[in-house]
């Protein structure tokens, strides 16, 4: 029965040396940012909207989703050029 309280034991030493850890880990960003005033944190976000907006539009791209730059029409009419099809009249 012993080796539960060493069990234990160890499990205090080991959580009272994460939570020194994680206090320094805290104390360490609040001095770093200690002198980070409301402009920079403006500009930080900006900075972030524009990556996210970049990394949206590289997405759309990979997967196909991407707006044709040339207008419907102009690309068929390049389509008819190189095919040599003749549109299809619906008639009734």
């Known amino acids: 029965m012993e080796y539960v309280n060493y069990i234990a034991l160890g499990c205090s030493i080991a959580a009272f040396a994460l939570s020194v850890i994680a206090c320094a880990r805290v104390g360490k960003f609040v001095r770093a940012s200690a002198d980070t005033d409301w402009e920079t944190l403006a500009n930080l976000t900006g900075d972030i909207a524009a990556l996210k907006r970049t990394c949206q539009t590289l997405n759309n791209r990979l997967n196909g989703m991407n707006k044709a730059t040339l207008p ?13 099809v003749e549109p299809i009249s619906r008639g009734g």
Do not use: P, R, T, V
């Open 72 to 84: 419907q029409e102009q690309i068929i009419q390049q389509m008819l050029q190189h095919q040599n």
